[in-house]
């Protein structure tokens, strides 16, 4: 079985991938990209300046 990442296209070309986005999928979509896009903005103005990469710090869920 080949796993593929979230983000990569579907590896057959159809299936769920190729229907309609809903306007829900659409609006959660929006959320996580600005998200992400939050936590980037973040570890940039922590790393600044500096000469290193960006690596957004993402915690792990606790054990509880």
Request: zero cysteines; a negative charge; aromatic letters at 8%.
């Given at each position: 079985m080949v796993r593929q990442d979230q983000k990569d296209p579907?590896?057959?070309g159809g299936g769920a991938r190729n229907l309609?986005?809903?306007p829900q999928?659409?609006?959660d979509r929006d959320?996580?990209?600005e998200h992400q896009s939050?936590?980037?903005d973040e570890?940039?103005?922590e790393t600044?300046?500096?000469s290193d990469p960006v690596s957004?710090?993402?915690p792990a869920r606790s054990r509880d």
């Open positions: 579907s590896i057959d309609p986005e809903s999928q659409r609006q959320r996580d990209r939050e936590l980037q570890a940039v103005e600044f300046p500096a957004p710090f993402v």
